[in-house]
């Protein structure tokens, strides 16, 4: 009796312990395995993750990391945390705007020599840049400032977007060719998404009974680019900048002259200087989404923010 209940006890310890080292070998060749196959690609900021893991949807093995939170904005005074430097130095490629919104991560590049950089703005029809966001800082800003000859906000451009979705494209196909069919397939189906909006947006947009416009932001000079508006005036509402007595009083005197005028805004601030436009006679607001923020994991965030923008195009048409 007791001789059977060791040897059945024996019997069960060595079937264990082949059981157990069968699962050990699984986890760690698994986990061996899953590193091998992984690509991992940081992201700068939200409209780059958002195109970024369009490309990659479906696709086995390759994660996708946006190195700053969803809800940051634009990138124009944003400082590194712990976090975003060790994302980087474990990632395989880093895709950024380009155009000096990413200054910030000039030096942490080099942290990782192998990473493999893409700039999306290759190729973009570009505007000047307005020096917004930096006029009231400190030296700093003065050295983000003379990088800025141009404007870094051309996502907001469903043309230019498109561009930055074809360099992202070739990117992936270069440096993971095994996916290449399924690259080329995703980059097929969002940009046809992003030229259905695009062009919608435009159709609304010619409905409309002035293309005269006050922007409010620089970020939307691309927007109103793409829509045919005619800007009167160029302001730059920023985080922490205002808007001078001069700036106002031409923004009035541009806006009666014209009488029927659209005010764009971007959402991310508050709509508070409509009174410019107190002696024109036809005035719409607009509050426009530049799919710079938004909720975490969003693949759709830019094409949402363009549906936003639609609605908005809309309720001023009527
Ligand atoms: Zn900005």
Redesign the pocket.
């Known amino acids: 009796m007791t001789g059977i209940n060791k040897q059945t006890i024996a019997i069960a310890l060595v079937m264990m312990s082949i059981f157990i080292a069968a699962i050990m070998i699984t986890v760690f060749s698994g986990n061996a395995q899953q590193k091998e196959d992984r690509i991992s690609v940081v992201t700068s900021f939200y409209p780059i993750y958002s195109a970024v893991s369009r490309l990659t949807q479906g696709i086995d093995g390759v994660e996708v990391i946006n190195l700053t939170p969803s809800q940051t904005?634009?990138l124009?005074d944003y400082q590194l945390v712990p976090d975003d430097i060790i994302a980087l130095t474990n990632a395989d490629a880093l895709v950024i705007n380009g155009l000096g919104m990413e200054s910030f991560l000039e030096d942490s590049i080099d942290l990782n020599p192998d990473i493999k950089v893409l700039d999306t703005s290759i190729g973009a029809t570009l505007l000047p840049g307005i020096h917004s966001?930096n006029e009231h800082h400190s030296e700093h800003y003065d050295q983000h400032e003379h990088e800025n000859q141009f404007n870094?906000?051309i996502w907001t451009s469903p043309s230019n977007h498109i561009i930055q979705v074809k360099n992202i494209k070739d990117f992936l196909v270069k440096i993971d060719p095994e996916h290449a069919d399924e690259y080329n397939n995703n980059a097929k189906n969002y940009i046809s998404e992003i030229e259905d909006i695009k062009n919608e947006l435009i159709n609304t947009a010619r409905m409309l009974p002035t293309k005269n416009c006050i922007v409010f932001?620089?970020?939307l000079c691309y927007f109103a680019k793409e829509m045919g508006f005619s800007p009167i005036a160029m302001l730059s509402l920023?985080e922490q900048s205002y808007l001078s007595a001069s700036q106002l009083a031409d923004a009035a005197s541009a806006a009666k002259k014209s009488s029927k005028v659209l005010l764009l805004y971007d959402m991310q601030h508050d709509a508070k200087y409509n009174n410019v436009a107190d002696g024109a006679s036809y005035v719409r607001i607009l509050k426009l989404d530049t799919a710079?923020a938004g909720k975490a994991n969003d693949a759709d965030a830019w094409i949402n923010a363009m549906r936003h923008n639609l609605m908005q195009l809309k309720e001023a048409v009527n």
């Open positions: 904005g634009c124009h966001h870094e906000h932001h620089d970020s920023g710079v």
